[in-house]
């Protein structure tokens, strides 16, 4: 049994940081995984900010060269650095994970989700 639970989150300024952080329990960290970072701001569809799998990462254009996504095996956690936030950054934030099988891990159905942390930027 995978659970997948999210830290971290919070509210600041515009310009501001934060680094919500997902602790994953259960089998998954065992093998080779993909994980990702989506959010899902009010009125909006959920949407992929990065992915990371076998020393890849992969960002959304909106987050691209402000969000960086770290997975750390050992401690079967993943983390999200966010700098220069802005605004429509604004989101309840979810980390996935799902097996990796090869290939990449872009847009994959993800089976395992965490709660969500809110992102609230002013």
């Known amino acids: 049994h995978v659970q997948l639970v999210e830290s971290g989150g919070g509210s600041v300024q515009a310009g501001g940081s934060l680094r919500p952080s997902c602790a994953a329990s259960?089998?998954?960290?065992?093998?080779?995984?993909?994980m990702g970072w989506f959010r899902q701001a009010p009125g909006k569809e959920r949407e992929a900010v990065a992915y990371s799998w076998s020393g890849i990462t992969s960002y959304a254009d909106a987050v691209k060269g402000r969000f960086t996504i770290s997975q750390d095996n050992a401690k079967n956690t993943v983390t999200l650095q966010m700098n220069s936030l802005k605004p429509e950054d604004t989101a309840l934030y979810y980390c996935a994970a799902r097996p990796w099988y090869g290939g990449s891990c872009v847009g994959r159905y993800y089976g395992y989700w965490g709660q969500g942390t809110q992102v609230t930027v002013s």
């Open positions: 259960g089998n998954l960290f065992r093998r080779a995984s993909c």
